[in-house]
């Protein structure tokens, strides 16, 4: 069977990239992790990538907040390339994705956001749902597209908000959803490319 090559692209502590590294550790995802790139040169998940001996490579992202400077997502880009990246899995990435990466990548560019799209798309999305007094929130995996949590859903999976939650307490609990969602997605794309 033909295996996924992909790239992941995290800015944090790179939980959701330690599930699917571990479930292709597993044999349940066919697929290899060929590089791992970050906006943070501190951030966790290239610590990770390094301690499993893969690629983690700090892309310098420029004078922006909410995106890279077009420079560096042409690095990025060529980084992915380079190492034969077919897939580009956003675990954690902090950034939107503009037309260098998506054009280099099209409907190859998957997220894992914290919430149910549509509901709370953008920033701390396990906040809103707490504040919005939501009693179900959850996870979803989609494609990228360019606007902020936009694209076409591909699955989704709901947790419930509890008396009592704290924005700590629900966001582990969204992240278990995760961590068990991501991988079950990347399994069925990889089977689906044979
Ligand atoms: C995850 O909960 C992920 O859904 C979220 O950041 C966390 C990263 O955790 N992503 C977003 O909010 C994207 N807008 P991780 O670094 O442990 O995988």
Redesign the pocket.
């Known amino acids: 069977m033909k295996r996924m090559r992909l790239g992941v692209l995290?800015?944090?502590?790179?939980?959701?990239?330690?599930?699917i590294a571990d479930a292709i550790g597993r044999g349940e995802i066919a697929a290899d992790v060929r590089v791992v790139i970050s906006d943070v040169a501190t951030?966790?998940?290239l610590e990770l990538a390094r301690s499993r001996g893969l690629r983690a490579e700090f892309v310098e992202p420029g004078r922006f907040k909410t995106k890279l400077e077009p420079e560096a997502e042409r690095r990025v880009v060529e980084l992915l390339q380079g190492a034969g990246v077919e897939w580009v899995v956003?675990?954690?990435?902090?950034r939107m994705i503009k037309p260098p990466l998506l054009a280099a990548f099209p409907r190859r560019i998957i997220?894992?956001?914290?919430s149910l799209l549509p509901a709370f798309?953008?920033?701390?999305?396990?906040r809103q749902a707490l504040a919005a007094g939501a009693p179900e929130t959850g996870?979803t995996v989609h494609y990228v597209d360019e606007g902020?949590?936009t694209g076409e859903i591909i699955a989704q999976r709901a947790v419930p908000v509890l008396a009592g939650d704290t924005p700590e307490t629900l966001?582990a609990r969204?992240?278990v959803a995760?961590?068990a969602l991501y991988p079950e997605v990347l399994a069925g794309l990889a089977r689906q490319q044979v």
């Open positions: 995290g800015s944090g502590k790179g939980s959701n990239f330690r599930a951030a966790g998940i956003l675990a954690g990435y902090m997220n894992i956001h914290p798309p953008g920033l701390e999305a396990w996870c902020m949590d966001h969204i992240q995760e961590h």
